[in-house]
C-alpha cells in the first residue's frame, strides 16, 4: 500500500491534479507576544546600477539588507518576499526608488516600518599630480533607509581612505615626520542628494594629502612634499570635515569618524564629531 506525503499531487475521481495545501508555519500566532523590531534577510549580493556624476551611472555589487518590523501576534516573517520586492525593481538603485523599494516591503509583508541597508564599492578615475596618469581608486558607499508609516529616513555614508602626517612629529624630528594612512566615515542626512563625488571630495580636502593607486617617481614626490606641507592630527581631520560639512547648506546631520593606522604604533588614532 503506497502513503501520499505532502509533496504528493492528488487525484481526484474527475482525474483532475489538487496540490495539497502547504501550511503556512510563520503565519501561526506566536505565544511569547514579543514584537520584533527587525527581521528580513541580510548579506545578499546583488548587482546594482549606481548614479554617477561623471558617467551618469556605474555598475557595481552591493552587499543588501532588507528587513521589516514583525508584530507580536505572529511566529515569523516570510523571507522570500524580500527577494521578490528587490526582483520585482530591478537593478537601478538611487535616492529616487529606494522610497518605492520601501514601500513594496511594507505593503508585501504587511509592516507599519521597513528598513533597507546598500552598501557597495563605489569607483572613481583620478589622475595622479604630476605624470596626469589615470588610474581607478575605490571607496565604500552605503544607504540606509528607513519607512515608518509614509515617513521616510535616508542616511548617506562614505568612506575613504587618506594620508595623515602629524603635526609633532613633524615640530619635534629634526628629519621628517610620521605619515599614515587613515579611514574617513562620514554619515549624513540632507535635504538634497548629495553626489558620493562631491563628499569623497570633501573629505580628501580635509586631509594632509589624497590616495592615488598610481604614482610615478615625480607624482610620490609632489604626494610626500605635499603632506609634510600640510600636517593634521586625527582631531584636526575630523574637524576639518565637520566644518566643510557645516558649511553645505543641505546637510542637516552629520557623523564623521576618523581612524589612523598608525605607523609608529601599536594602536590606532580615532576621532569622531557628530551634529544632532
Not at 126 to 152: C, H, L, N
Request: charged share 25%; proline share 4%; net charge neutral.
Amino acid at each position: 500500500m503506497l502513503s501520499i506525503t505532502q509533496s504528493q499531487p492528488v487525484v481526484s475521481s474527475a482525474g483532475r491534479t489538487h496540490k495539497p495545501k502547504l501550511h503556512d508555519k510563520q503565519s501561526e500566532p506566536d505565544h511569547r507576544e514579543l514584537r520584533i523590531d527587525k527581521v528580513g534577510v541580510r548579506g545578499l549580493r546583488f548587482p546594482i546600477l549606481i548614479r554617477d556624476k561623471a558617467h551618469s551611472t556605474q555598475n557595481t555589487v552591493a552587499t543588501i539588507g532588507m528587513y521589516v518590523d514583525l508584530p507580536k501576534e505572529f511566529k515569523g516573517t516570510h523571507m522570500s518576499r524580500f527577494i521578490e520586492v528587490l526582483n520585482a525593481h530591478g537593478n537601478m538603485v538611487h535616492v529616487e526608488n529606494i522610497t518605492d523599494i520601501l514601500y513594496a516591503m511594507q505593503r508585501k509583508l504587511h509592516a507599519d516600518s521597513a528598513h533597507l541597508e546598500i552598501e557597495f564599492p563605489f569607483f572613481l578615475t583620478k589622475k595622479a599630480p604630476v605624470s596626469g596618469q589615470e588610474s581607478v581608486m575605490d571607496y565604500t558607499a552605503r544607504f540606509d533607509a528607513t519607512a515608518t508609516g509614509k515617513e521616510i529616513d535616508f542616511a548617506l555614508t562614505v568612506i575613504a581612505s587618506v594620508t595623515t602626517l602629524c603635526p609633532c612629529s613633524k615640530a619635534i624630528s629634526k628629519f621628517g615626520a610620521h605619515n599614515q594612512r587613515g579611514n574617513v566615515t562620514v554619515k549624513i542626512r540632507s535635504t538634497e542628494a548629495i553626489w558620493i563625488e562631491d563628499l569623497i571630495a570633501l573629505i580628501e580636502a580635509s586631509a594632509s594629502s589624497e590616495l592615488y593607486s598610481l604614482l610615478k617617481r615625480e607624482d610620490e614626490k609632489a604626494v610626500t612634499e605635499r603632506a609634510y606641507e600640510n600636517p593634521v592630527f586625527v582631531e584636526d581631520l575630523v574637524r576639518n570635515v565637520a566644518l566643510k560639512l557645516n558649511a553645505h547648506p543641505s546637510v542637516t546631520w552629520y557623523k564623521v569618524e576618523a581612524e589612523n593606522y598608525e605607523s609608529i604604533h601599536n594602536h590606532n588614532a580615532y576621532a569622531c564629531i557628530e551634529k544632532g
